[in-house]
């Protein structure tokens, strides 16, 4: 029997503060306790009971996100707006790499006839030898604060340095430091085979998706390094030019004019549906007590930290071959990630397996001023960007598990796309605590709308069952832990005017998908090209 999921139908918050990110909380507590502080100044005159009244309000209007604005606040669209201004002052809407490289030298060129002056007695200085300059600009500034080991990277991706390390005796892994927030997490990248494809059972169908859930299990346990798992596919056109030149050399000359002309229409029916795929899993090790247990087991030293990442990995991917979520699966070290990551953001200039590359020049030229429905790599490369939000999903309807494939193959003519399923696992018994938490609101509301007599089409009662459905789930002894979730796509096309054709494809292929709402980055996409990365980013 095919197995179903429920991916969404539950209340996107609940309470006063579900919802709200922790800026959006700050905001909130500081508008509270000023308005408290106003009633207390005003020894509770009529005056300050209104201005106290108004600011609190205020600011729980303010932080409240709605679905008018695609489940952001007031306070957050203001505050993009304000970023997005800074971005454009400062110049970091747009990523050069050769600027960034000319600042660099020139702030090293500066540093060290500063370093040789200081050596210099004064005496032996030249009276007549002209001062070095100074260098200026917001590039010399990122420069002066890059460290030596963090790449000349645009804003989305920050301060991130990389690591290679052996994996086995013949394989090599990359592992990513990211910086940007404090604590660091670090990130490993691997090559995936899924099962084979083809007319199979019902039941045979279903044992890789049994098996990634027994994967993500064993990561949700407390003794686990890893707090996330993502899931990336990269789907592109087939290019059957070479097949097109061979027949033209190798069709005999008295072939039948049918048979010429019946394989002709094959080929290309051929060339609008068929894609070449390729998979990746993702691990993110931000468990930090894990991780320190399993650093601690390691032998002293400055690559503990990377020897119990390689041993984590390992243990993982190997149980993902033996539980069959997987057929196979590879590191990917220095040379596979330059190309991966260069072939995402330029896919017309850089090949997804060439071996030519490394990752001092990954990061290509990323425009956002050219417009706000995409961001612009190397002048010719439009990629567009959108999420899944948790109520884009149809409410109340379970979902085969192979439905999501659509979104990955289904999409015809093809197009150069890549969709992004990021996993953060929970354990069972955080989870279950948040079960409880949820259940007790949702019937508590189904309670007061019963009492009130209220009558609805349906929907919300769905909404608030989901909850008792997730409890049950989550049942000790069932082995099942929780898990949050964030859903990217993108896709690459050569001129602007496709991109809104292209999204409405996409948007059909969607539906059929179960997916009632696609939200599209605009204005953001130069930022959210990091989602759509295998970076184990787009989730907070």
């Known amino acids: 029997m095919t197995r179903h999921v429920a991916l969404g139908g539950e209340f996107k918050s609940r309470g006063l503060l579900s919802g709200r990110s922790?800026?959006?909380?700050?905001?909130?507590?500081?508008?509270?306790?000023?308005?408290?502080?106003?009633?207390?100044?005003?020894?509770?005159?009529?005056?300050?009971?209104?201005?106290?009244?108004?600011?609190a309000v205020a600011s729980i209007l303010t932080t409240m996100p709605t679905a008018i604005n695609e489940g952001r606040s007031l306070a957050a669209i203001h505050a993009e707006r304000a970023y997005r201004l800074w971005q454009k002052t400062t110049g970091t809407d747009v990523f050069d790499p050769v600027h960034e490289q000319i600042a660099a030298e020139r702030l090293r060129t500066y540093q060290h006839a500063t370093q040789n002056k200081q050596r210099t007695p004064n005496k032996q200085a030249t009276p007549n030898k002209q001062k070095t300059a100074r260098p200026k600009g917001f590039a010399v500034r990122r420069a002066q604060r890059r460290k030596a080991t963090d790449q000349q990277a645009p804003l989305m991706i920050g301060k991130m340095s990389a690591t290679e390390v052996p994996f086995n005796t013949r394989e090599r892994l990359t592992v990513f430091r990211h910086a940007n927030t404090a604590p660091v997490f670090y990130t490993a990248i691997f090559e995936v085979r899924g099962s084979t494809g083809g007319v199979v059972e019902e039941d045979i169908e279903d044992i890789p998706f049994i098996g990634f859930g027994k994967v993500l299990a064993r990561a949700a346990r407390r003794t686990s390094a890893i707090s996330h798992i993502q899931s990336f596919t990269r789907s592109v056109p087939l290019d059957i030019t070479d097949h097109i030149s061979w027949l033209s050399d190798y069709v005999h000359p008295e072939a039948h004019d049918h048979l010429v002309r019946s394989y002709q229409e094959l080929c290309l029916d051929v060339e609008q549906k068929a894609e070449q795929h390729r998979s990746y899993w993702v691990l993110r090790f931000d468990n930090l007590a894990a991780l320190q247990r399993a650093i601690t087991a390691q032998a002293p030293g400055t690559r503990a930290v990377y020897d119990a990442i390689v041993s984590e990995a390992h243990a993982l991917m190997s149980q993902a071959v033996t539980h069959k979520a997987i057929r196979s699966f590879r590191p990917v070290n220095s040379n596979m990630a330059a190309a991966l990551l260069s072939h995402l953001q330029d896919p017309y200039e850089f090949s997804i397996d060439d071996p030519d590359?490394?990752?001092?020049?990954?990061?290509?030229?990323?425009?956002?001023?050219?417009?706000?429905?995409?961001?612009?790599?190397n002048n010719h490369a439009y990629t567009r960007v959108a999420y899944i939000p948790r109520h884009g999903f149809m409410a109340g309807s379970a979902l085969p598990v192979q439905s999501m494939r659509q979104l990955v193959n289904g999409i015809v003519p093809?197009?150069?796309?890549?969709?992004s399923w990021v996993n953060e696992v929970v354990d069972a018994r955080t989870a279950r605590a948040q079960a409880v938490s949820d259940r007790t609101s949702d019937k508590a509301k189904r309670k007061s709308d019963a009492e009130k007599g209220k009558v609805s089409d349906g929907t919300e009662h769905v909404m608030s069952s989901s909850s008792d459905q997730r409890g049950a789930d989550l049942m000790p002894g069932s082995g099942h832990h929780g898990v949050k979730w964030g859903a990217y796509l993108s896709f690459t096309v050569q001129s602007e005017e496709e991109l809104l054709a292209v999204s409405t494809q996409i948007e059909s292929v969607a539906t059929d998908c179960g997916i009632e709402r696609l939200i599209w980055l605009d204005d953001r996409h130069h930022m959210a090209l990091a989602s759509v990365m295998p970076l184990g980013r787009g989730i907070r």
Do not use: C, Y
Request: glycine fraction near 4%; charged fraction near 10%.
């Open 357 to 377: 590359h490394n990752l001092d020049s990954v990061w290509q030229r990323l425009d956002a001023t050219k417009t706000s429905k995409a961001v612009l790599v």
């Open 414 to 419: 093809a197009v150069i796309h890549s969709v």
């Open 22 to 55: 922790l800026p959006e909380k700050l905001l909130l507590f500081i508008g509270l306790a000023l308005s408290a502080f106003l009633v207390m100044l005003g020894s509770f005159s009529f005056f300050f009971l209104v201005a106290a009244l108004f600011v």
